[in-house]
């Protein structure tokens, strides 16, 4: 998740556009969201203190299958791709089957936030020990998918149709050389039986006001990229290069031949990042190494321009360790597509987002180059990804991944809020034949 740009949105929400049959029933979830929030609150806590990382999502996953159990959910199904829960709650009218998703990893980074139930969970990651935080808000999402079912067990009785509700492991990427995340979920079937025609997910934003929510039409979050490039050479002594092959140098020429993709080979107006965050080689100031390594990050969103800057990468490295008598290796790897929010959902649905927050609230915000795996689940169905609000007046946050990161409480309840109103509203305006 990263800073978008935003801008107010003045002339989408009027008056009519999405007729409301029973305003009634936004005063049910408003007394169930007021009913539930504290206790969901300190499942906040629970969770915030006691962070897992990717598929290791043990205890969360226990509290949420019990949480779901607790409220009478007509199916609850643990280990899903590791340790995923899913949970069916039926409605007591007929209707179609929408779909909710909440992200539950943690992340390795040393927490320092004035919070009283801030984490010092330590563990090993990649043969280091680090903290263990919740500083990219899963937490949140956590919490307020559990308060989303509370609150919609709460009114089963009206609400036409099923909800499927996803607590997902992983979002961040499972550990090196284990599978996970959406991605897995979905080859294991989470969108079978019953299928979804639609899912819904949020994400705190660390630059939002609580109260504050935002959302794009269309492409929202970037592919996500990662490319490794090994340059061979030849070992020499430096102060003799003729007679090697020097990677150094065609590993630098290659660093700044690659931003070339991106200023020459794509149209300017095209998104796009090329970054080489990895750039290590050499042992000694007198020796020039026989091997370079390059690794880093490719963000798009156009499959073409996808494809382009592969092509391009692939061309420009052969073509420079050819000039300079070496050799390379490139393993290019596709990861997270785009997420694209269906915009015939995101119209219908905007509306929605403005009767909870009032629609001086409500952001349109501009694509990020971030990444997001609900981008695997949008894929398969029409999806709609909006912004929580998570920063509380007079508070500064870090920005998400970094150890000041702070979500505030009272962003659970809007979360609530919104998501609850977002699944009965969508619902009921699905027809209610099969
Ligand atoms: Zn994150
Ligand atoms: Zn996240």
């Not at 949420?64 to 959910?73: I, K, P, W």
């Not at 280091?128 to 899963?138: K, S, T, Y």
């Not at 929510?213 to 592919?223: E, K, M, N």
């Amino acid at each position: 998740m990263h800073t978008p740009t935003t801008r107010a949105v003045t002339t989408l929400f009027l008056a009519g556009l999405f007729p409301l049959s029973a305003h009634g029933q936004d005063a049910a979830v408003d007394a169930a969201v007021d009913r539930f929030a504290e206790q969901i609150i300190e499942l906040r806590h629970r969770i915030h203190q006691n962070p897992e990382l990717g598929n290791r999502e043990f205890q969360t996953a226990a509290l949420v299958a019990e949480h779901l159990r607790s409220l009478g959910f007509d199916e609850v199904t643990e280990g899903v791709a590791h340790t995923g829960v899913v949970g069916i709650l039926r409605g007591g009218l007929p209707g179609d089957t929408v779909a909710v998703r909440a992200d539950m990893d943690a992340l390795p980074v040393t927490e320092d936030t004035p919070f009283s139930f801030a984490s010092t969970v330590r563990t090993e990651y990649l043969g280091q020990e680090v903290g263990v935080m919740h500083a990219c808000g899963h937490d949140i999402h956590t919490a307020v998918q559990l308060g989303v079912a509370s609150v919609l067990a709460s009114m089963r009785e009206e609400i036409p149709g099923v909800v499927k509700f996803i607590f997902q492991p992983a979002e961040e990427g499972p550990p090196p050389g284990e599978e996970g995340g959406a991605d897995l979920m979905v080859r294991e079937g989470v969108l079978d039986a019953p299928r979804p025609s639609a899912i819904f997910g949020l994400h705190a934003l660390a630059d939002m006001d609580v109260g504050t929510l935002g959302y794009s039409s269309g492409p929202a979050l970037a592919a996500v990229d990662h490319f490794t490039i090994r340059i061979i050479g030849r070992q020499a002594h430096g102060a003799y290069p003729e007679l090697g092959i020097d990677p150094v140098v065609m590993a630098s020429q290659a660093v700044m031949a690659l931003q070339t993709i991106r200023s020459r080979n794509l149209p300017a107006l095209e998104p796009s990042v090329v970054t080489v965050g990895i750039m290590r080689g050499g042992t000694r100031f007198n020796i020039i190494p026989d091997e370079m390594w390059l690794e880093g990050t490719v963000r798009t969103y156009a499959p073409e321009v996808r494809d382009a800057v592969e092509r391009r990468m692939d061309e420009i490295v052969a073509g420079i360790t050819a000039a300079g008598g070496g050799s390379y290796e490139l393993v290019y790897d596709r990861g997270t597509p785009a997420t694209i929010n269906d915009p015939a959902l995101a119209e219908r649905m905007a509306p929605t987002l403005a009767r909870v927050v009032g629609s001086d609230k409500v952001r349109v915000l501009d694509p990020v180059m971030g990444g997001e795996d609900f981008a695997y689940f949008a894929n398969e169905v029409p999806g709609f990804f909006f912004r929580l609000g998570m920063v509380a007046p007079g508070v500064e946050s870090g920005g998400h991944h970094t150890p000041t990161f702070q979500a505030d409480d009272s962003s659970v309840p809007v979360g609530m809020r919104a998501m609850s109103n977002l699944l009965l509203d969508y619902l009921r305006s699905r027809p209610t034949t099969e």
